[in-house]
């Protein structure tokens, strides 16, 4: 009893001693106008839906069309997943949002030996053309916008598995609308990068985004994928920063096949995070937003406004969630999804309560759309476009966030470039060093995290909804169907497809590899050997963990 | 001066997730321990190898893709066959569910650190184990 009273006075007279944004921005106690004497409303906040789009992409916001509510999903085999997507789709999930497993993302097949154990786990286990029928089965491929995440090479032969199931469904590729993150570069940021060499990941990007522009154009063929990058530590303007350094590789690529910026620019979007420093993360959002229609209008000379607006998805901070008293992650990921909408998002994934402990259950997934449909439908945050828009703290926030990414390019361009600052390894130092820091501030007590370095308690013996395994004899059945299919498949028809694959890859960079990719995925081979053909080309090993050799 | 505790710090199978061992291999230098982090993509075969030529007092596996339950087994295994699983802390750390925790330790693993732990704790721990296997 006695130290509870003890808590309770000490707690009565704490003060906020916290001057600065996570990211390290000064903040002062108020602001007032002086703070925003500066700004021309007109050319630098502008009304929503009207450029360089601050305020929002849209005039009417969510009165035009809510935001997607979309959930991640990747367990087990395809079929297990079929059946959880449309648990969720029944359940007021807007599209289905599949994530690969970790073999998919290295673009190695289930049956190699180093796959053991970890088939199915952190998503769904694809490779073969089979996969991708029973992963869509039920589900009408051209009255859904379909979401696959995919960053990995390997996109470009899962993306191409996805266009012979909808052929194969009689389904004009006009009619295919959908996103797939085929965003390679940044893979390396998320401890893979054999599966992504700079080449081969350029390579295939482009191949999609040129593919979809001319053939596919409902497709949004790239989500630049930020949230990655600010999950290593890293601060809100270098999550700006760097993820825009990596998009302009693949738009710069584009150009160089010949693509028109104004062609495919409008089918880019992005994937950001919203991190638990409230204000911080929507200011964000708004530099974010303004700095992409200054970019693509002054350095690319984009005139369509969609070229302009910057698209982007949010999901809430994996790296902000702790699994001590896991139930309190549930409200900082309310929270951080009020960021995103208050920000302007388009498309949102809410965090699982249970991601620091093991994958989301039924039950808490289904927390994680009813707290958006919450948002959604009962607090009134989505009625005004940008509600924020004017505040004197929040535009001097959006300044001060747009001035701090601005450097970094600075620093960036000085280094030789994007393709320099990852070569050299710099982009790894400065995650590095953020991710240290954090911890120090942790350690030190600096940032207060609640159930890790304040308000502590017994760890819980047991997760509130259980715990989501996948069963051993799914990763068996997944491994024997690779197997079968491949004793069973027409040998010689599988290896002319191979045989013509290479040769397409002999005629250089700007050969897109997607048509004859189709026709190997369509003769029986999976996605380790279409990739193992293309890293070849490219002078690397067949199997990026180089225990395997190749089949022909 | 006392030796130096060295430590073998390791991501196993494809998980990865290296934010934070790469931050804890940091941080136990800091804490004047020798650390020989060995990277992405290990087999419990290398670990365990590595250790031995390292002369390591301790071992730590980070595993955040939930297939702590099928690694951790052989790296454990192949501890014991050298008769090392008394001499060697073997620590494991990542996204552990904590209805696993008995389940790992099972195995031989000493103590189960999930994300979210202070490394103040991870470090006294090892100060612990190590004194008291001195003692004995």
Known sequence: MAETNETVSSSYHEKFNRGKTWSGLELKEFYNPADTAGIDYHRSIGDPGQYPYTRGIHRNMYRGRLWTRREVCGLGSARETNERLKFLLREGAGGPNVIVDVPGELGIDADHPRAAGEVGVTGVSINSLADITVLTEGIPLDKTSFSLIVAAPSAEVMFSQYLVEAQRRGIDFRLLSGSIQNDPIHLRYCGFPPAAPLDVARKTAVDIIEYCTRYVPRWYTTTINLYDLRENGISAAQEIAFGFGIGLIYIDGAIERGLQIDDFIPRLSFYCSAHIDFFEEIAKLRAARRLWAKIMQERYGAKDPRSLQFRFAVHTAGCSLVPQQPLNNAIRIAYEALAAVLGGVQSLHCCSYDEPIALPTEQSHLLAIRTQQVLAYETGVAAVSDPLGGSYYIENLTDKIEEETLKIFKEIEDRGGMLEAINSGWIDQEMEKAALEEQQRIEKRDRLVVGVNVFRMPPEDATPSGVQRIPAQVEQKIIEDVEKLKKERHRPAWQQAIDNLKRHTEKGEKENLIPPVIECIKAGATVGEIMGVIRQAYGHPYDPLEAIQPPY | ?136
């Open chain 2, 1 to 136: 001066m006392a030796k130096k505790i060295r430590v073998i710090l390791s991501k196993i199978g494809l998980d990865g997730h290296d934010r934070g061992i790469k931050m804890l291999a940091r941080m136990f230098r800091e804490a004047g321990m020798e650390v020989v982090y060995m990277g992405l993509y290990q087999t419990p075969e290398n670990v365990v190898r590595a250790a031995v030529q390292e002369d390591a007092d301790v071992i730590g596996l980070s595993i955040l893709s939930g297939e702590h339950l099928t690694l951790v087994p052989k790296v454990t295994a192949l501890l014991k066959e050298q008769k090392l699983e008394n001499e060697i802390l073997l620590l494991v750390g990542g996204v552990i569910p904590r209805e696993d925790v008995p389940a790992v330790k099972s195995h031989g693993v000493h103590e189960v650190f999930t994300a979210g732990s202070l490394v103040e704790e991870i470090v006294d721990y090892i100060h612990q184990w190590v004194n008291r296997r001195a003692k004995t």
